[in-house]
């Protein structure tokens, strides 16, 4: 019974994330939104936008959506939203972009534990060696607020920022090796990213 409502969930889920990809209205990937309004506009036809879609998204799939799905047996958004951006730029009405994104859905749920037994069955490592290839993706996560400081507060505070966040990547790996670092980053990037900004706009308010 759980299985089932699993599938529902997920089916309507991918659809509705591939309906809206069809309908101009959100993609998960930020390359595919500034060539939709060329499709809206009729610049561009489908076919065209399917293919940049497709160049645009098929990396991230196999290096970190199946790598991470296959090793972790977790669904993640690059496995299931990145396709569904390609099913709905592609479709040619929504009722087609709504049932491939659903049939999309159900396929990564389905197939997830047999392939996953399968290759565990190997004599080979496969699935260590797959989640190796998301690791620097994942770690290049943790760069993205360091790069949000460097543009909008300068080198400055974006230096101070990276010392924290080195520090605190030191700290993890040291006395906290059952965490993950990069999450950690993230998290204190981020923390770094909305603090500094808070204390701008406060500065920026009383000089005005």
């Known amino acids: ?23 101009s209205a959100a993609v998960f990937h930020d390359g595919i939104r500034p060539i939709l309004p060329q499709l809206i506009e009729g610049y561009m036809n489908r076919r065209e936008a399917g293919s940049i879609a497709f160049g645009l998204s098929i990396g991230f799939v196999a290096s970190v959506g199946i790598s991470f799905t296959l090793k972790t047996g977790l669904l993640n958004a690059w496995l299931l939203f990145l396709p569904t951006d390609i099913l709905g730029v592609l479709a040619i009405n929504s009722l087609m972009a709504f049932g491939l994104g659903a049939i999309w859905g159900v396929l990564i749920l389905t197939c997830l534990l047999p392939v996953n037994q399968l290759l565990t069955a190997l004599p080979v490592d496969v699935l260590g060696s797959l989640g190796e290839l998301s690791s620097p993706v994942v770690s290049a996560f943790a760069l993205f607020p360091l790069v949000a400081i460097f543009y909008q507060f300068g080198w400055k505070q974006s230096l101070i920022a990276a010392v924290v966040v080195l ?7 040291r006395y906290f090796p059952h965490l993950n670092p990069e999450s950690i980053e993230i998290f204190i990037g981020m923390v770094m990213l909305l603090g500094i900004a808070i204390t701008h706009d406060l500065r920026h308010r009383d000089e005005n």
């Not at 529902?8 to 991918?14: D, N, Q």
């Not at 520090?167 to 790996?173: H, K, Q, Y």
């Open 1 to 23: 019974m759980d299985l089932y409502i699993q599938i529902i969930v997920v089916a309507c889920l991918t659809g509705m994330t591939s309906l809206l990809a069809h309908r």
């Open 167 to 173: 520090m605190t990547r030191v700290v993890v790996v």
